[in-house]
């Protein structure tokens, strides 16, 4: 049935850019009506919906648009996979009735537990380097791992292990981008439940600061 489904969609999306409509709104459209959560197309695995809560929106659309490069300007389509850049980002009351209200809400727990968590940990390193510059510490820079473990108690390494063990994960020499960003939300999760809720607020609010601007600078739609 979903086979069927996801069929009918590419039909449609295909005949509509053919027709003349803008292919990212299209895309999006798309991306609504798209009735899988996660597939496998040639070997490579397709996650959307991150522990059925986070919404990958940019992962479906690479899936999406594989149907549809040869309808979409090459240098368009790749400022977008590469680089989250659309050609022209919608606005928010925009996103939200082209991919639907459900998908939506999920989009924006994704860009909480996925994109603003990276940036958690961003925004305590650099805390981290600006005490020691001040402290006048300069010879051992705060790490990655000094980042980690202020936040969530552990190294990236431990906490890895954890996240491995509890998903029944084998180990592997490499880790997939997916696999990354299933990580990040379980480290997310993880953060939530163990931290001091005034603690989460404070650096929650540092990394949405960290990542609007990085957003921003990047012409990207900001949260």
Known sequence: MASSD??????????????????????LRAA???PLDEEVVDGERFL????????????????ISLEV?????EEQMLALLASDRPPRAPEREDLRDLIGAERYRAY????????????????VLEDLRRRRRTS?????????DDAFTHVYGST??????????????????????????????????????SADKSRVASDTKRALTLLH???SSAGRLAV
Not at 69 to 73: A, G, K
């Open 156 to 193: 990236r390494a431990e906490l890895f292990d954890a996240f491995r063990r509890e998903r029944g994960l084998r180990p592997r020499r490499s880790v997939t981008l997916t696999q990354m960003k299933e990580f990040t939300y379980w480290r997310f999760k993880l953060r939530l439940r």
């Open 32 to 34: 609504e009506r798209w």
């Open 48 to 63: 959307y919906l991150i522990d059925g809560e986070a919404f990958d929106l940019l992962r479906l659309c690479e899936r």
């Open 213 to 215: 601007r990085y957003m």
């Open 136 to 144: 006048g510490l300069t010879r051992y820079d705060a790490t990655l």
């Open 6 to 27: 996801t069929h009918s969609v590419i039909e449609e999306l295909r005949a509509r850019i053919a027709s003349g409509d803008d292919w990212y709104r299209c895309l």
């Open 69 to 73: 490069s040869d309808l979409v300007p």
């Open 108 to 123: 924006l727990t994704f860009i909480y537990g996925v994109m603003v968590e990276e940036m958690v940990v961003q925004a």
